[in-house]
């Protein structure tokens, strides 16, 4: 029987995934941890999606540290959503942006050049199966599809 893991590093949204669990028809296993540590074994979990969190990664050493993780406990396939350049709305906020230092972990959203994460996916051990935007054009938001690199030395 196929398991839903599900976990965050707040107490505040593990509270708000059990109030919402409704009427989910598989077992679904909710559980407090960092995207930085996973408290998981390598290549445990088929395919990991992580939503709505990259964006608050200003640095890049804590993406990487992040793609890594998420690296070690798939097995196959990673999911992930993020601000990427290249639209209109990314170029309204940069227009908009004052110049500041990158914050360390968990920081204010920000929009990442798409060169640049796709540097990072592939140093991480990972190629890109799909990238789609939201509103093409339009929308920063960006979800990839990876798939780890097997004989990348990269291995979970």
Known sequence: MRE?????????????AEASRGGVRIPVTLFKTSV????????????VACMRFFH???RREDRSLALRELHRVSSSDVIVSLWTDGCLQSFLRSRRRKN????????????????VFHDEIHEAGFEICSERRVWPGLSMWTYYHLRKKHGSGQEG
């Not at 839903?4 to 708000?16: F, H, P, T, V």
């Not at 930085?36 to 395919?47: C, R, Y």
């Not at 500041?100 to 060169?115: H, P």
């Open 4 to 16: 839903l893991l599900a976990s965050d590093n707040s107490d505040g949204m593990l509270q708000i």
């Open 56 to 58: 608050h990664l200003a």
């Open 100 to 115: 500041g230092e990158a914050t360390a972990g968990y920081g204010k959203r920000t929009c990442i050049e798409r060169a």
């Open 36 to 47: 930085f540590a996973i408290e998981l074994p390598d290549g445990s979990i088929p395919a």
